[in-house]
């Protein structure tokens, strides 16, 4: 079983980058960069930090102004055109090219801390999709030492999890969780980063396949949360997974749904509510042998694929899950298709899906099921 980083409201914004060249320095030293905020105006800022709490910025007159994530639209970055570069690497799964480049950007010692970090933070990324488990879990240990109270803080917990369970080492993971959760003792935090921590126990237990227990620490952290609503939404996915894993998928659903239906929630939660909506379709079409609510499932898992896609730097399982939901259920439709040219179709179908996942994700624990 997958993990993936868990987000709040406080990253979700400002992972979604649209970097902005402004100087040929990769360093960026005295470049401006801009921000936009909630009023949906940009501000022509220098940003001095980006921690776990939010963004700290120097408007062009004034103070300084520190924003919640929640409240940050966008990021752009001047003076960031080789690390802008190397994230297009990213984002196109050109993962080999963008490991060269984030390595060279991290040797540079004069680039700006707010880069540096997320150079730290891709490469970290960028190894671990690759399936080079002990480089990314060294990596992610490199970012938490050099920004312990860091924006990307959660998902550093995550990603050390995750590479642990992906080389089949609970007992490794467990240390990894106490190990983190021993360093944000440092860090203080508000109701949702105790949620956060929280959620992180919930998914290393999923992912032992500790079903109630999971479901119970989730439960926990969705009371918690306080004022974070995507925190606990987050945790309502959890609890929904739980059920739906546990063999419970008729309580699992109405929480789905209601899910789906939320005004303003992160994609990755309306991706994971259409997943689960998928899973009990899918199983459904499969024992009636319906091609109908097979097709049913296969739009709910494109949903996924096509309409609630991550945003550059955001967590990619909902994403993959997807993926692999529409693979089967192209091959189920293809298996219970009489017509000839039909079953063909849907069986390329099938294989594209599953070739597009291996081309972005090619360590996706979803292409070894």
């Not at 930090?49 to 910025?57: A, H, K, M, N, P």
């Not at 620490?217 to 894993?245: D, H, P, Q, S, W």
């Not at 091959?331 to 079953?343: G, P, T, V």
Request: overall charge positive; hydrophobic content about 40%; some cysteine.
């Amino acid at each position: 079983m997958p993990m993936t980083p868990v987000l709040s409201a406080r990253r979700l914004a400002p992972l979604s980058l649209a970097l902005l060249g402004l100087a040929l320095s990769a360093s960026g030293q005295g470049a401006r960069d801009k921000v936009r905020l909630k009023d949906g105006k940009d501000q022509d800022v220098q940003i001095e930090t980006e921690d776990y709490g939010g963004i700290v910025f120097k408007p062009a007159r004034g103070a300084a102004v520190t924003a919640p994530w929640g409240d940050v639209r966008s990021v752009q970055y001047g003076g960031a055109t080789e690390f802008a570069a190397a994230l297009a690497s990213f984002n196109a799964g050109r993962l080999p090219e963008a490991e060269k480049e984030f390595e060279e950007l991290k040797g540079d010692a004069k680039l700006r801390p707010v880069l540096r970090q997320q150079v730290l933070y891709h490469l970290a990324q960028t190894l671990h999709r690759q399936g080079k488990y002990d480089a990314a879990i060294a990596a992610y240990d490199d970012l938490l030492k050099a920004f312990p109270k860091g924006r990307f803080l959660f998902q550093v917990g995550s990603g050390l999890l995750a590479c642990h369970l992906a080389k089949k080492d609970p007992a490794g993971a467990e240390a990894a969780y106490e190990r983190f959760k021993g360093e944000t003792r440092a860090v203080t935090l508000d109701g949702g980063g105790e949620a956060e921590l929280g959620m992180l126990r919930g998914r290393l237990l999923e992912a032992q396949g500790k079903f109630a227990e999971a479901r119970a620490v989730f439960e926990v952290a969705e009371r918690t949360a306080g004022g974070a609503t995507a925190i606990a939404n987050e945790a309502k996915l959890g609890i929904a997974r739980c059920l739906l894993r546990g063999g419970k998928g008729s309580e699992a659903e109405p929480i789905l749904r209601a899910l789906k239906d939320l005004p303003d929630a992160p994609n990755r939660v309306y991706a994971g509510a259409w997943n689960g909506i998928g899973d009990l379709v899918k199983e459904e079409g499969r024992t009636r042998k319906d091609p109908d609510k097979l097709l049913e499932a296969l739009y709910a898992y494109l949903r996924g694929v096509v309409q609630y896609r991550p945003g550059p730097g955001e967590p990619t399982e909902e994403y993959e899950r997807a993926q692999a939901g529409a693979a089967d259920c192209f091959k189920f439709i293809s298996e219970l298709e009489k017509n000839a040219d039909r079953k063909r179709l849907y069986g390329e179908r099938s294989r594209e899906r599953l070739e597009q996942l291996k081309k972005e994700f090619p360590s996706s624990p979803y292409l070894a099921r």
